[in-house]
């Protein structure tokens, strides 16, 4: 029976469920596979966490040579996250001739040129499903399932985070502060969870799903990023009241003008299939020219869904002899013929204080009209103290319309101020 | 640059959407996958409909042997529907070398295992992620993202003709028949719907990727089938009012007593991810031990989604050295250690007819208690004419159990009849 060793850099949390999944179904994979994995060295600074798994003092490398020199291990898994250590690690790695298979979406986003350069030269498979949206098959599909579709778009909710975060802001009407410090508490947001909360984690991603997805390098450079932290829970009860849920949505889309990309929170309809994707749980909406409308949905993160990621990327190199390498023009910039669509097209929900006299919607709606933004819907709450909550729902209209009449309305003498603006996507 | 040719067999629907994907993206797929990929031969009775398509007449085979001795060929697709002669041709083509894709279902549920020795001996390649799901990416996904898993279960609507009929009776309330005429003038049924509405579709879909999914022949023989031609409009209208809705559901699981695998209408909550999978959409929910669950949504039929599986094989075997054969226990018969389980546990409604006299209620709970039934909800409608309508859900108990119960019932003197029996998947 063919042996294959694998060695595992970082036993973190996604380190330490790939560990179990293949300790746990190694004799599963001889049945079915016809191969025999085994964990043949780690590398992981915390010496006892290793033991704690169980792994044997012997597996447990020092440095990143030994894992390199050991001609028991075929594939190293690269599971530590960001870009040092692991990128002269990987790289090292596949320097000695070994494949690697890595979740690190930082690290694949911002190298992916140098890393497939290397693997190339050196004959190794350089494996990354794990890098975006833990269980769900959304690198395999694009590369293989889809690829004889000019893809349109893809709308994902890929953070689990802030999917979570605004599930029970809007379960439980709660504000962004509250609900986080809980979900710190219960581990599904970080001590300092910027990069999720603030979208990074889900630019990077979006960097890697359009770049395989429209066959041009994405830069996360280019994606425009807004992320939750100015939530407030107001806007999600208007939003619910008048049929929408609100998420953080990762949007690329590719047509005859170039491309869009970008991540920002959304309203999108109660009834859109995204919609009923709640807590931890991410799924990506794709359209293609030919096959239509897929979505894939799942973990997106969590230890046993992101290894389950990690194992099946391990035992397709270990029984295919071809490399996967991505089909994309894999370049460190964007081709300088690719354009990309700041001033980008959206309805818009905006929710603002008015001044609560006679004539002052009128005027509001003009400078909508003067900005070439025609309103879908208005609502107006119950009358405050001198000013009135007034809630505008707009068609289809540029980015830049909403940002001019945003600046007009706020410049109006009596008070009245725009509080919130959020994209509607349909 | 690479050429790639392709010989189309059957220019029915998905012969004549892939051929359209493929002679519209020649451009694209040249620039973004490196290869020229040309439609070198078809093999299509009716000539006139290969004209209309812009096909050359140089390239209409009259028998296979033309496109079997055709060096310019290398990949042969397959998309004639049935056993014969779509079996015959397959072996000759793969008997001359060339790879086969095959969007046929009863063929490959029947035999898959025949075929695949062909290949292997061959040294071909056999593709088949058209056969199930159309454009949803399911067979790829079981193969090679949840390989690391054992699959524990997995419930699809994967007929969109039968999810077609059962929304339009949901949404209208109109009877089985009538949906059903309408469905075939809009080309969404058959004149023949025997295979969709009578399961039998649903079950070969189901073979397949239940086979893939436990590593083990799962014969269609061994699939409990039910179709929707006995579904009662009112049993739809009584489940919506208790939060479920009605669905053909394939489903497959595999335990430690073994595998059960069957296909019947059956309700689930409005709240699972199935439920909003409406008109000729489909989607697959796997659940795995390590990646949790799992859904795959899309188009389960139609030209362009099931060409887009098609020509996603035809690129990947054209880029790819390795052959793609399953890994599952590729026989004819399943393996006589499998286990198959017929009695198998779900909670059931029942929609009953019932005398309208004191004591009736109590006699027949305590049919149900008698078969070790817990029932966990009655709903009693508006009096009738002397019988009362009454329905019951029950906990999670044996089918045999059910069918003892019915028998009493139906059996009680004073005419109380169990008049739907409908499974109820949680």
Redesign the interface.
């Known amino acids: 029976m063919k042996k294959i060793g694998v060695a595992i850099l970082g036993l973190g949390v996604v380190g330490g469920?790939t560990y179990k999944?293949l300790t746990e179904?190694r004799d599963?994979?001889k049945?079915?596979?016809g191969i025999d994995i085994a964990v043949e060295g780690v590398l992981e600074r915390n010496k006892e966490r290793a033991l704690s798994l169980g792994i044997e003092e012997s597996k447990i490398a020092s440095n990143i040579a030994e894992i390199c020199s050991n001609s028991e291990i075929d594939i190293v898994v690269e599971v530590i996250g960001g870009i040092e250590p692991a990128k002269t690690f990987v790289l090292a790695a596949l320097n000695s001739g070994k494949s690697v298979v890595t979740s690190n979406k930082e690290l694949y986003c911002k190298y992916s040129h140098e890393l497939e350069k290397v693997a190339k030269r050196n004959g190794c498979g350089l494996y990354f499903?794990a890098s975006c949206v833990g269980?769900?098959?959304v690198i395999?599909?694009l590369l293989?399932?889809?690829?004889?579709?000019?893809i349109t778009s893809l709308t994902g909710i890929i953070n689990g985070t802030t999917n979570y975060i605004l599930t029970k802001m809007s379960d439980g009407g709660d504000s962004y502060e509250e609900v986080l410090k809980e979900a710190q508490k219960l581990g599904y947001a970080e001590a300092d969870p910027t990069s999720d909360v603030e979208g990074f984690d889900a630019a990077y991603k979006l960097s890697i799903l359009s770049s395989l997805s429209f066959?041009t390098k994405v830069p996360y450079t280019e994606i425009y990023r807004e992320g939750i932290t100015g939530v407030d829970a107001t806007d999600i009860r208007c939003g619910k009241m008048l049929g929408y849920v609100l998420k953080l949505l990762a949007i690329g889309k590719c047509g005859e003008n170039g491309i869009e990309v970008r991540v920002h929170p959304a309203f999108i309809k109660a009834?859109h299939?995204l919609a009923?994707v709640s807590d931890s749980?991410n799924a990506v909406f794709i359209k293609?020219?030919?096959?239509?409308?897929?979505?894939?949905?799942?973990?997106g993160a969590?230890a046993?869904?992101t290894?389950?990621?990690?194992?099946?990327d391990?035992?397709?190199c270990a029984t295919?002899?071809?490399n996967n390498y991505s089909?994309?023009k894999n370049t460190e910039k964007a081709d300088p013929a690719t354009k990309f669509i700041r001033n980008f097209e959206s309805e818009y929900y905006l929710r603002l204080f008015v001044e609560d006299r006679a004539g002052v919607l009128s005027k509001i709606t003009s400078i909508f009209s003067k900005h070439g933004i025609s309103v879908a819907q208005v609502n107006q709450e119950e009358a405050g103290n001198g000013l009135v909550p007034l809630i505008i729902i707009t068609h289809t209209t540029l980015e830049n319309s909403v940002k001019k009449a945003v600046n007009d309305i706020n410049a109006l003498s009596g008070g009245s101020k725009v509080l919130s603006v959020i994209r509607v996507v349909s």
């Open positions: 469920g999944i179904h599963f994979y049945k079915n596979h499903e269980g769900v098959p395999r599909a293989d399932n889809l690829q004889g579709n000019k066959h009834s299939p009923s749980y293609g020219d030919s096959v239509d409308d897929v979505m894939l949905y799942g973990r969590g046993l869904p290894g389950s990621a990690i194992v099946g391990i035992i397709y295919h002899q071809g089909t994309f």
